[in-house]
């Protein structure tokens, strides 16, 4: 079975910051849009930032100028900075591996990121 294997979540304090990394098989991982998710509880998933294979970035405007996105080929593996975090970024964090053809939608486990005094 294909997975992707996240770590990093952890609690921190308002203003910390965290790394969250998600490893990919390689066939998968390079052909991939690679995107990291949050669901907090009681809302619906969402996007938060997202690298094409070829390395254009996106971001959920909530996150822009606090989170970078960067992938590491070598490694397959894309990693998601998270700083000056606030207590709304509190969720779990998934990572996911994105194409439409061919057809590929996998997610990881979800790593729990807690922010809060």
């Known amino acids: 079975q294909v997975q992707l294997v996240e770590s990093g979540g952890d609690m921190v304090q308002p203003g910390g910051s965290l790394r969250l990394s998600c490893a990919a098989p390689e066939i998968i991982f390079k052909i991939s849009t690679m995107g990291w998710y949050r669901q907090a509880p009681e809302k619906k998933r969402e996007l938060v930032a997202a690298?094409?294979?070829?390395?254009?970035?996106s971001f959920a405007d909530s996150v822009k100028g606090r989170f970078t996105i960067s992938r590491d080929n070598a490694k397959n593996t894309v990693f998601l900075q998270l700083n000056s975090l606030k207590p709304e970024d509190t969720a779990v964090y998934y990572c996911?591996?994105?194409?439409?053809?061919?057809?590929?939608?996998?997610w990881g486990q979800g790593t729990q990121v807690t922010v809060s005094s």
């Open positions: 690298v094409t294979s070829g390395g254009t970035e």
């Open positions: 996911n591996a994105h194409k439409v053809i061919p057809p590929i939608d996998l």
